[in-house]
């Protein structure tokens, strides 16, 4: 996906652990989500559709992902 997002809202999850190790994730027009790394805003960022999005989630709720 390759879609200009114009300034958005990064916010951390409210399970951060406030040290500045984990992803900020921001809400854009069109429903897209965009996830990067706290510790490097300006590294680049992911692009997640509505519906990639949903799968994503769903697999970290249900434990079916691995590292």
Do not use: Y
């Not at 027009?29 to 990639?52: C, E, H």
């Amino acid at each position: 996906m390759n879609r200009h997002h114009p300034r958005p809202a990064w916010r951390k999850s409210s399970r951060s652990n406030g040290q500045n190790n984990c992803v900020e994730v921001a809400a854009v027009d069109g429903g897209d989500r965009l996830v990067r790394d706290s510790k490097d805003p300006a590294g680049g960022m992911i692009a997640f559709t509505p519906t990639q999005w949903a799968a994503f989630t769903d697999a970290v709720k249900n434990g079916s992902l691995t590292v």
